[in-house]
């Protein structure tokens, strides 16, 4: 099993539209969780981080479930421009570790 | 602000040549991390420095790879003798604090596409 694991998609949704990807980790001892967006050909850029309680940035929330070991990423009102891929961030304190997921395609049509 | 800063942008050698690869960190920040990108196997963390001193580099493939840090403010990635299996996109990130602290977001620079013929 990866450490982390992503649905690769491509989500196709259309413009308006609410869209959630889901991201698992393996290891319990996780300490902290981030997404990232990057765009084609261009490197990660932070998206936003996330906090045991959730926390939300405009059209963007972000969650993470410690019990079931996943974080999750909302986008509403889904923008053209959003169309990117979604990269989960998992890092682990004890090991230096950060690991990315292999990324969710998502592609917002007109 | 100046981000992090990657040269070359693009590289094209032979199998055989050695290949140095540069990073500039955010002016700053302590942490400083290469990766490697591909189709095949996603974003790879190859090395991790802390105050320059490297912490982590599990995920650097083999012996043909190595990196350096001599201050805080410049980083290579060497690769010798180059491969085409290297072909890929090198990031090169930093952050402000190392791993696990508050402020550990990472920022990456453009990045440098090499390809090895």
């Known amino acids: 099993r990866k450490e982390v694991e992503q649905d690769p998609g491509p989500f196709n949704v259309p413009e308006g539209a609410t869209v959630a990807f889901n991201c698992t980790y393996s290891?319990?001892?996780?300490?902290?969780f981030f997404w990232y967006r990057q765009d084609c050909r261009k490197e990660p850029k932070l998206l936003m981080s996330?906090?045991?309680s959730g926390n939300e940035d405009g059209r963007f929330t972000a969650q993470l479930n410690r019990a079931s070991q996943y974080i999750s990423l909302l986008i509403r009102d889904s923008k053209l421009s959003d169309s990117a891929t979604y990269l989960c961030?998992?890092?682990?304190?004890?090991?230096?570790?950060?690991?990315f997921g292999a990324g969710t395609r998502l592609f917002v049509k007109a | 602000d100046a981000g992090v800063i990657q040269s070359p942008r693009h590289e094209v050698t032979e199998m055989g040549q050695e290949v140095t690869l540069r990073c500039k960190p955010i002016s700053g920040h302590n942490s400083l991390f290469w990766y490697r990108q591909t189709m095949m196997r996603g974003l790879e963390l190859l090395i991790y420095?802390?105050?320059?001193?490297?912490?982590?580099d599990s995920g650097m493939p083999e012996d043909r790879f190595s990196a350096k840090m001599p201050n805080a403010s410049f980083s290579t990635l060497k690769i010798q003798p180059s491969e085409p299996r290297d072909s890929a996109v090198y990031f090169c990130?930093?952050?402000?604090?190392?791993?696990?602290?508050?402020?550990?977001?990472?920022?990456f620079g453009p990045g440098t596409r090499l390809t090895v013929t």
């Open positions: 996330v906090y045991s």
């Open positions: 990130a930093s952050s402000l604090r190392p791993v696990g602290l508050a402020g550990d977001e990472q920022y």
């Open positions: 961030v998992v890092k682990n304190t004890g090991g230096f570790k950060t690991i």
């Open positions: 290891n319990s001892a996780s300490q902290s």
């Open positions: 420095f802390n105050n320059n001193v490297p912490i982590d």
